[in-house]
């Protein structure tokens, strides 16, 4: 079998993912600081990361449908390169010493719209760059690749944002989506796109309708919308928080940088697992996010937290591949942006009040307790998808022969 880097469009999809995945890893370290230099408390961090959530939430879907109308490969391109301003923008600002707290909300409201823009059509578009027999190794690929990029930039973000401030790190993630856009320009290759002229909405309810028509595709999108409600709080704002506090704000970087190891690790077992149930393996392996939360919570020691993080993105990223494969094998070729849109947005929709309500949450019930809880709520949640029929049969495609 060939592999899929030996398609030229591939190489550069790969490309841009990865070098604007290295910036953006930095931008959530650095503004969970940015807020906390000015002041601000874990609701305020809370509501700055959840406007950020809420304006990518809101626009996905519209990506969803130019994703199926438009090169997409012109959106990504676009999307960086706005991306790119808006980031140079935020990081003059802090490194002048002028930025607020509202206006990071401001520009976490226009980053977010920025990158749902081309989101959907991202992930659509690797199914178009490689043949498919090249298309498992493709997803695994890509997602290895950038994951990398994020552990490398999580692991610098602690360390920039100790040594020179938060708006230095953002600094780096402008000039990174500047690259991005460049790679995307160079890539030829798009789907066969449905003919434009039907109202959004209409075009929204067939990707619905395609979306309800695979019952394990919205019953673990249903899922997801429980596990990010609770997750996104823990990591957005109770992490930054509980470890920087204990350990230093280097060491919430690390921290991250584990997560983002354990997706390479999951990655490279990924190239060789080949499960011929897509699913049941993934939604096992699922439940083991719960370790990172459960650490956060309990543990004494910073190894054992960085052993959680590590140990959730293993879990998280063999999941995600044979997810992401499941959806590229079994949805129509035209409606795919608009599917990937659902997926996002029944995932995240929930994001946002999970990180504003975390803060007053946890001041209630106490850090350590919530943080149980939404461990407990982790595990659980993955495990119980496996009562459904269509999770535990769902089989890979066979490898076509050529």
């Known amino acids: 079998m060939s592999s899929p880097l030996t398609s030229r469009d591939?190489?550069?999809?790969?490309?841009?993912?990865?070098?604007?995945?290295?910036?953006?890893?930095m931008t959530p370290v650095a503004l969970a600081f940015a807020v906390l230099h000015l002041g601000g408390t874990a609701t305020q961090l809370g509501l700055v990361v959840a406007a950020f959530a809420l304006a990518d939430v809101v626009t996905i879907l519209y990506g969803g449908v130019l994703g199926d109308r438009l090169p997409r490969q012109l959106l990504m391109q676009g999307s960086a390169a706005a991306t790119c301003v808006s980031q140079a923008i935020c990081a003059v600002v802090l490194v002048s010493g002028h930025g607020t707290i509202l206006f990071l909300g401001l520009i976490g409201v226009v980053n977010g719209c920025l990158g749902a823009i081309a989101q959907p059509a991202s992930n659509a578009l690797t199914r178009f760059t490689v043949t498919e027999q090249q298309l498992p190794r493709a997803v695994v690929l890509r997602s290895l690749a950038h994951q990398t990029s994020y552990a490398v930039g999580f692991a610098a973000s602690g360390v920039i944002v100790a040594a020179a401030g938060p708006g230095w790190a953002i600094a780096v993630d402008a000039l990174t989506?500047?690259?991005?856009?460049?790679?995307?320009?160079?890539?030829?290759?798009?789907?066969?796109?449905?003919?434009?002229?039907?109202?959004i909405l209409t075009e929204l309810a067939d990707g619905?309708?395609?979306?309800?028509?695979?019952?394990?595709?919205?019953?673990?999108?249903?899922?997801?919308?429980?596990?990010?409600?609770?997750f996104g709080g823990a990591q957005g704002v109770l992490g930054p928080i509980v470890v920087g506090d204990t350990w230093g704000e280097q060491a919430w970087g690390w921290a991250m940088a584990a997560l983002m190891a354990g997706f390479v690790v999951g990655g490279l077992v990924a190239l060789r697992w080949r499960p011929a149930h897509l699913l049941r393996g993934g939604v096992v392996v699922l439940s083991l996010t719960a370790a990172f939360p459960l650490a956060m919570a309990l543990a004494d020691d910073l190894w054992l937290v960085l052993a959680g993080a590590a140990v959730h993105g293993i879990g998280l990223q063999l999941f995600s591949v044979s997810w992401d494969l499941a959806i590229q094998e079994n949805v129509a070729e035209d409606k795919l942006s608009r599917v990937y849109a659902f997926d996002l947005v029944g995932s995240f929709v929930c994001r946002p009040l999970g990180l504003a309500l975390t803060g007053p949450v946890a001041g209630v019930v106490g850090t350590q307790r919530w943080l149980v809880v939404v461990a407990v709520v982790m595990g659980v949640s993955s495990l119980a998808a496996l009562a459904a029929p269509s999770v535990r049969q769902l089989r890979r495609r066979p490898a076509p022969s050529y």
């Not at 309708?209 to 990010?228: K, P, S």
């Open 177 to 199: 989506y500047a690259l991005a856009a460049c790679c995307f320009a160079l890539i030829r290759t798009d789907a066969p796109r449905a003919a434009g002229g039907e109202r």
């Open 208 to 230: 619905a309708r395609e979306v309800l028509r695979h019952t394990w595709l919205w019953l673990l999108i249903g899922q997801a919308l429980l596990y990010h409600l609770c």
């Open 10 to 25: 591939f190489r550069w999809l790969v490309s841009g993912i990865t070098v604007s995945g290295l910036g953006s890893a």
